[in-house]
């Protein structure tokens, strides 16, 4: 990259300047999950239906990794910097909207344009980071700060979340935003220097278009399919969406400069590494929202102390960011990527233990062991993407390794809570599309009211399974698939 000043930043500059981008992505991540322990507040304020809740969770996610990409090309031309300021403005704008909102309509559109905002800021703040510091161990080190932030981030969302919601009202989730970025703009232009890149050809607006209309096509088709069924009305939209999915990759393989190097994934560690990202925020999204809706609306537990069950996960998968290259050393990238997806398996195991009466112990249980395999996802996957790919495609891995994140934490809640709601809708007591609403009905009978709790597990209990499933598959995968040292793959590109 080439940088508009040539004056190298000193080390106490370089440091403020880490901080101010770091405040920002910690931000972003966050609002990834700082909804988890809301939602129920939401459903009784607004009234939003099965899959406009889906939505409300989720939008955010979603446009957010079908930005980025676009957003580093875009970036890379005009001016990280400028990009991210913009970007910021739009996120802290959107984060107001989202506070007042009082009608679902109105709440999806803002946490769309929060998702539109945060998109610019992912990638134009890891190039920011690392124009601050040339010193190559220098940057290394603030580049694993910058994942560290990112992870530790979603892990605390929902526990911010809790805690603001035991005293304040729903939206204070959003207005926390305000503050932050307030001084984000006012230390950015001090701290912080303007970062290009040389042209890389032009932005392929059909690829763009194509990948974010063919990924909410397909999203929609199963939400309408998890609320209302099957029928024509919601199938057409899926077959759209894969319709388009399928020509955005066909696409990228004749362009120049494709949005997505569809090439990379000939690479078996790469996909792995990338599969590993994917479903590991699968897994963690999908369980954090289900479990935090069952917590407090089947155990009956307060917000605060829902937060509170939280810390010791929240707490184990910070640590484990920070100490991943400790336990790469001792395991070897195989054995750890290996036990990322055994970890998970294993605390969506616990989570298939729960029941009506009992579940709080498991679930602090189960976030402590899953905590470690997504700690080491989120340290791992974009490391061992970038060092499986030659140098020169190094920032293509790096951005698909992002992405993957992103799509992944919003599928969870999609796929996952599509599955769970549609169980819901066809086995439950048909008071209402959802747990909160129908326990809400003053309608409901006892024992209606003990078959929605019932049910609530059942569709969990089937979502988390499937997500336990898959990661034990690809655990299988990479066990057969990866070489026994996977530096002896990545030698020919240091």
């Given at each position: 990259?080439?940088?508009?000043?040539?004056?190298?930043?000193?080390r106490?500059?370089?440091?403020?300047?880490?901080?101010?981008?770091?405040?920002?992505?910690?931000?972003?991540?966050?609002?990834?999950?700082?909804?988890?322990?809301?939602?129920?507040?939401?459903?009784s304020?607004?009234?939003?239906?099965?899959?406009?809740?889906?939505?409300?969770?989720?939008?955010?996610?979603?446009?957010?990794?079908?930005?980025?990409?676009?957003?580093?090309?875009?970036?890379?031309?005009?001016?990280?910097?400028?990009?991210?300021?913009?970007?910021?403005?739009?996120f802290?704008?959107?984060?107001?909207?989202a506070?007042?909102?009082?009608t679902?309509?109105?709440?999806?559109?803002?946490?769309?344009?929060?998702?539109?905002?945060?998109?610019?800021l992912?990638?134009?703040?890891l190039?920011i980071?690392?124009?601050?510091?040339?010193?190559?161990?220098?940057?290394?080190?603030?580049?694993?700060?910058?994942?560290?932030?990112?992870?530790?981030?979603?892990?605390?969302?929902?526990?911010?979340?809790?805690?603001?919601?035991?005293?304040?009202?729903?939206?204070?989730?959003?207005?926390?935003?305000?503050?932050?970025?307030?001084?984000?703009?006012?230390?950015?232009?001090?701290?912080?220097?303007?970062?290009?890149?040389?042209?890389?050809?032009?932005?392929?607006?059909?690829?763009?278009?194509?990948?974010f209309?063919?990924?909410?096509?397909?999203?929609?088709?199963?939400?309408?399919?998890?609320?209302?069924?099957?029928?024509?009305?919601?199938?057409?939209?899926?077959?759209a969406?894969?319709?388009?999915?399928?020509?955005?990759?066909?696409?990228?393989?004749?362009?120049?400069?494709?949005?997505?190097?569809?090439?990379?994934?000939?690479?078996?560690?790469?996909?792995?590494?990338?599969?590993?990202g994917l479903?590991?925020?699968?897994?963690?999204?999908?369980?954090?929202?289900?479990?935090?809706?069952?917590?407090?609306?089947?155990?009956?537990?307060?917000?605060?102390?829902?937060?509170?069950?939280?810390?010791?996960?929240?707490?184990v998968?910070?640590?484990?960011?920070?100490w991943?290259?400790?336990?790469?050393?001792?395991?070897?990238?195989?054995?750890a990527?290996?036990?990322?997806?055994?970890?998970?398996?294993?605390?969506?195991?616990?989570?298939?233990?729960?029941?009506?009466?009992?579940?709080?112990?498991?679930?602090?249980a189960?976030?402590?062991?899953?905590?470690?395999?997504?700690?080491?996802?989120?340290?791992?996957?974009?490391?061992?993407?970038?060092?499986?790919?030659?140098?020169?495609?190094?920032?293509?891995?790096?951005?698909?390794?992002?992405?993957?994140?992103?799509?992944?934490n919003?599928?969870?809640?999609?796929?996952?809570?599509?599955v769970?709601?549609?169980?819901?809708?066809?086995?439950?007591?048909?008071?209402?599309?959802?747990?909160?609403?129908?326990?809400?009905?003053?309608?409901?009978?006892?024992?209606?009211?003990?078959?929605?709790?019932?049910?609530?597990?059942?569709?969990?209990?089937?979502?988390?399974?499937?997500?336990?499933?898959?990661?034990?598959?690809?655990?299988?995968?990479?066990?057969?698939?990866?070489?026994?040292?996977?530096?002896?793959?990545?030698?020919?590109?240091?």
């Amino acid at each position: 990259m080439q940088n508009t000043s040539i004056v190298q930043p000193s080390r106490r500059h370089a440091r403020r300047g880490l901080i101010t981008v770091l405040a920002l992505v910690a931000l972003v991540a966050m609002d990834g999950s700082v909804l988890y322990l809301a939602m129920p507040h939401i459903t009784s304020a607004v009234r939003p239906s099965a899959d406009q809740a889906l939505w409300i969770l989720d939008i955010y996610g979603f446009v957010v990794g079908s930005l980025l990409v676009a957003f580093g090309n875009i970036g890379d031309r005009i001016g990280r910097l400028k990009l991210m300021i913009v970007g910021a403005i739009i996120f802290g704008a959107a984060s107001i909207g989202a506070a007042v909102s009082d009608t679902p309509g109105s709440l999806i559109t803002c946490r769309a344009m929060m998702g539109l905002g945060g998109a610019t800021l992912l990638p134009s703040g890891l190039a920011i980071v690392s124009s601050l510091f040339p010193d190559p161990k220098q940057r290394a080190h603030a580049i694993g700060i910058f994942a560290a932030t990112f992870a530790a981030g979603f892990a605390v969302g929902p526990l911010i979340g809790g805690m603001l919601l035991n005293y304040f009202s729903w939206g204070s989730v959003f207005l926390i935003n305000v503050p932050v970025v307030a001084l984000f703009l006012l230390f950015a232009p001090k701290f912080l220097r303007e970062v290009h890149a040389p042209a890389q050809g032009k932005i392929d607006l059909t690829s763009l278009l194509l990948s974010f209309a063919g990924i909410l096509l397909f999203t929609y088709s199963l939400k309408a399919a998890a609320a209302q069924g099957f029928s024509a009305q919601q199938l057409i939209p899926g077959a759209a969406g894969i319709a388009a999915l399928l020509w955005f990759t066909l696409r990228q393989r004749n362009l120049a400069h494709p949005l997505l190097d569809i090439r990379l994934f000939k690479d078996r560690v790469f996909s792995i590494a990338i599969l590993t990202g994917l479903l590991s925020l699968v897994a963690w999204s999908s369980s954090g929202y289900l479990a935090a809706v069952y917590l407090q609306s089947v155990l009956g537990l307060d917000v605060f102390t829902t937060a509170l069950l939280m810390i010791p996960g929240a707490m184990v998968l910070t640590a484990t960011c920070v100490w991943t290259s400790h336990i790469v050393d001792r395991m070897g990238r195989k054995w750890a990527l290996v036990a990322t997806h055994l970890l998970i398996t294993a605390g969506m195991g616990l989570l298939l233990m729960t029941t009506s009466t009992h579940g709080a112990s498991l679930f602090v249980a189960s976030t402590i062991i899953a905590g470690v395999g997504y700690g080491l996802s989120f340290s791992l996957v974009a490391e061992i993407a970038i060092s499986a790919v030659p140098p020169e495609r190094a920032g293509a891995a790096a951005s698909i390794a992002e992405t993957s994140n992103e799509i992944g934490n919003a599928l969870g809640i999609s796929v996952l809570g599509s599955v769970a709601a549609l169980w819901f809708r066809l086995n439950g007591p048909n008071v209402a599309g959802t747990l909160e609403e129908s326990l809400g009905s003053p309608l409901i009978s006892l024992e209606n009211s003990l078959l929605a709790k019932e049910t609530f597990i059942e569709g969990m209990h089937a979502a988390l399974g499937i997500a336990g499933i898959f990661t034990l598959m690809v655990a299988l995968l990479a066990i057969v698939w990866l070489p026994r040292k996977l530096n002896e793959l990545t030698d020919p590109h240091p």
